[in-house]
Nanobody, 123 residues
Framework: QVQLEESGGGLVQPGGSLRLSCAAS????????LAWFRQAPGKEREFVAA????????FYGNPVKGRFTISRDNALSTVYLQMNDLKPDDTAVYYC????????????????WGQGIQVTVSS
């Protein structure tokens, strides 16, 4: 069973930066797809970024391209989300997700989820 725990959220001003971390336990994540999603109040869960285990490929949702970067450290069983030039529309609960078979931009591709962490962008 894979457990995921996010950290690094908080309040930041528009234009600022945050780095989220997601620590995985219970398995070797080197062969897992790792992803970040977010959900704002009253909205559906939205794909942010994913890192495939093969060839180090990364994928991003259109709203965050050029501003967010996903990276992973398999030795530390951790995936990161560096968020730059944050905007009020980035305010949401951010979730880490993992799957050992699939990759995609829809939440149903992922079997394992963290509890989520709040990111608030406001002046």
């Amino acid at each position: 069973q894979v457990q995921l725990e996010e950290s690094g959220g908080g309040l930041v001003q528009p234009g600022g930066s945050l780095r989220l971390s997601c620590a995985a336990s219970g398995t070797n994540i080197s062969t897992y797809t790792l992803a970040w999603f977010r959900q704002a109040p009253g909205k559906e869960r939205e794909f942010v970024a994913a890192s495939s285990w093969s060839a180090g490929n990364t994928f991003y949702g259109n709203p965050v391209k050029g501003r967010f970067t996903i990276s992973r450290d398999n030795a530390l069983s951790t995936v990161y989300l560096q968020m730059n030039d944050l905007k009020p529309d980035d305010t949401a609960v951010y979730y880490c997700a993992a799957d050992d078979l699939r990759i995609g931009a829809h939440p149903h591709f992922y079997d394992y989820w963290g509890q989520g962490i709040q990111v608030t962008v406001s002046s």
